[in-house]
């Protein structure tokens, strides 16, 4: 059931662009246990040194541009998530697959797929260039939401096409900017169990330079 099938041989993740090591665990990383959700496995990201941190605290490292416990804090998510299960999984590989939630009912069984495509970031009009591309060095991406986004996004009806439009309706009536256009998908301001993860792939030369393109994390 979860063989494992990548065929890809590179991965692109934010933290690569971090110039410090992460923190070495002052103890060995154990496998965490897991529940089953639906005869499948799932796994909420355990606690790990700043993991999780208070809304208030996180705040205050924004406000007071505190990058040293900020990067932390990142490597500490980083570790969080990538802890194996008992089951051979990492943490966030046991999550809910965009393809559970927005094209299945929440009461069927859980289907584990890695269901590839091309994040949509790359080609916004803004980031699109004259620079010749290979198609065959095109990164493919598949998204991972935990339960407690996962469930919010059910119980609220954000993957039905008629509450979103009703919802779009009702800022087309007040007037909202398209750029104030917001939904919460968690179920309160802070939720440390709410993640939404996309991990990134992409063919890569063995032995030739191939230039990785970035998203910075800001729409365009």
Request: charged letters at 20%; aromatic letters at 12%; glycine letters at 2%.
């Amino acid at each position: 059931m979860f063989k494992k099938t990548y065929c890809l041989i590179a991965t692109i993740v934010a933290l690569s662009a971090c110039t410090e090591q992460a923190p070495k665990s002052e103890k060995p990383i154990e496998a965490i246990e897991i529940v089953e959700v639906n005869e499948l496995y799932y796994a909420d990201p355990p606690p790990v040194r700043s993991y999780p941190s208070s809304m208030e605290e996180i705040n205050e490292w924004i406000y007071t541009l505190d990058n040293e416990k900020i990067r932390a804090h990142a490597w500490d998510m980083w570790e969080s998530i990538t802890t194996p299960t008992d089951v051979g999984l990492p943490v966030w590989e046991t999550w809910y697959s965009g393809h559970e939630i927005f094209e299945l009912d929440n009461q069927q069984e859980r289907i584990i797929v890695r269901n590839f495509h091309f994040p949509t970031q790359f080609f916004h009009t803004s980031v699109l260039t004259d620079i010749p591309e290979n198609p065959f060095e095109r990164p493919t991406s598949f998204n991972r939401f935990t339960k407690s986004v996962a469930d919010v996004i059910w119980d609220r009806g954000f993957n039905k096409k008629s509450v979103l439009t009703s919802i779009n309706d009702a800022f087309n009536a007040n007037g909202t900017a398209v750029v104030d256009r917001q939904i919460q998908t968690s179920i309160d301001t802070m939720d440390q169990l709410s993640i939404v993860l996309k991990p990134v792939f992409q063919f890569i030369s063995k032995d030739s330079i191939v230039a990785i393109p970035y998203w910075a994390g800001v729409s365009p």
